[in-house]
């Protein structure tokens, strides 16, 4: 069954509103859906010229805006976490910075020193601590894992790429989740998000999954919006592989992103979901990342991804999202191949 939320109705289960896993994020019961498609009238012919037209060109240019790291005010009140990470958590900060903007991670140049860390991180992941630990925190490096074994296909030399691919697949297929921790996974992200939203009646959804992002991630993650007046919500589900070597949308978010649009400035927040350390609350938070983190993310390396995006009016281009059923098999088949 196809997962996408454009065009399609939200499946909800119980007075709660948790909807089920694969069906849709947004257990936000009745949200409308605020259509970003422009109507069949407007769409251009194929023998429309490319040129712009007199009325076209004469429209003011789109306002730009800067861009600048700012959650305050925004989730749960946190205490901050002195101890070491949990097992898996150098593999989840790896996997953070495989993102290929704008095309397939898989298609991003992997060099020597990338290599070197990932393959400590994957050294330092034990399967028999993980086995002590949740659901939630086993699919969380599992999720890293995947991330890592699709995005390391262009490294050099070629055959290191293969060797990191199979660690990591390896790790992937331990950390498999049962039926029963897929099912114990259900309503966790309205636990995620609930700090986050506020006036949850506010808010309702954009558009279907975007493509752009989930393409940029080899598909290891699937990205779902919200809008409320002049902020914007991408929450980001992760993508896990059941014990029959299934990839599933997993009702977890683990990663977020805020935009708030002012006058001049956007202000945008970044979160991820990290394994438990120790004397730092449950499972299954979403921690705003550290100011020089998500500045950092947000700028880029070799070029401003985000700004190039939305530093503009928030976007009115259609956005049909992925086909879900043929990524998830496309994924599964990445994922097999040598």
């Known amino acids: 069954m196809a997962i996408g939320l454009t065009r399609r109705t939200l499946a909800i289960v119980g007075g709660a509103g948790v909807a089920l896993i694969g069906a849709g994020l947004f257990w936000l019961k009745g949200r409308p859906k ?10 251009p012919s194929a023998s429309a010229s490319a040129v712009p037209s007199a009325a076209a060109s004469a429209r003011p240019a789109r306002p730009l805006r800067e ?40 298609m991003v140049p992997r060099a020597a020193d990338w290599q ?41 030399p070629p055959e290191e790429g293969r060797r990191i691919k199979a660690r990591a697949r390896k790790l992937v297929q331990e950390l498999a989740p049962t039926p029963a921790e897929l099912g114990a996974l259900s309503g966790t992200s309205k636990a995620q998000l609930l700090p986050w939203l506020g006036d949850g009646e506010s ?4 558009t279907g999954p ?16 919200l809008g409320r007046g002049d902020d914007f919500m991408n ?6 592989v059941d014990k029959d070597g299934r990839p599933r949308v997993l009702d977890v978010v683990g990663r977020l992103s805020v935009l708030r649009y002012g006058t001049s400035k956007v202000a ?29 993310l947000i700028r880029g390396s070799g070029g401003p991804p985000c700004w190039g995006c939305h530093a503009h ?15 998830l098999a496309k994924l599964k088949a990445d994922l097999e191949a040598p």
């Open 313 to 327: 009016e928030r976007g009115t281009a259609p956005d049909a999202g992925p086909d879900l059923e043929r990524e």
């Open 116 to 156: 070197k860390r990932v393959n400590a991180a994957l050294g330092a992941v034990s399967v028999p601590e993980l086995s002590k630990r949740s659901p939630l925190e086993r699919v969380l490096v599992q999720n890293a894992a995947l991330r890592i074994a699709i995005c390391s296909k262009d490294s050099s």
């Open 67 to 106: 861009l600048v790291y700012d959650c305050s005010g925004l989730g749960a009140k946190l205490a901050a976490c002195s101890s070491s990470p949990a097992t898996g958590g150098a593999l989840i900060e790896a996997a953070r910075w495989v993102s290929g903007a704008a095309i397939s991670c898989s």
């Open 268 to 296: 945008v927040c970044l979160a991820d979901t990290r394994p438990t350390n120790a004397g730092c609350g449950a499972p299954g938070v979403l921690h705003p990342m550290a100011p020089e983190l998500g500045a950092q």
């Open 210 to 225: 975007t493509r752009i992002h989930a393409t940029a991630e080899g598909f290891t993650l699937l990205h779902e919006r």
């Open 34 to 43: 605020t259509s970003v498609s422009p109507p069949a009238s407007a769409a």
């Open 235 to 240: 929450a980001a589900r992760l993508i896990g």
């Open 203 to 206: 808010w309702k959804i954009r």
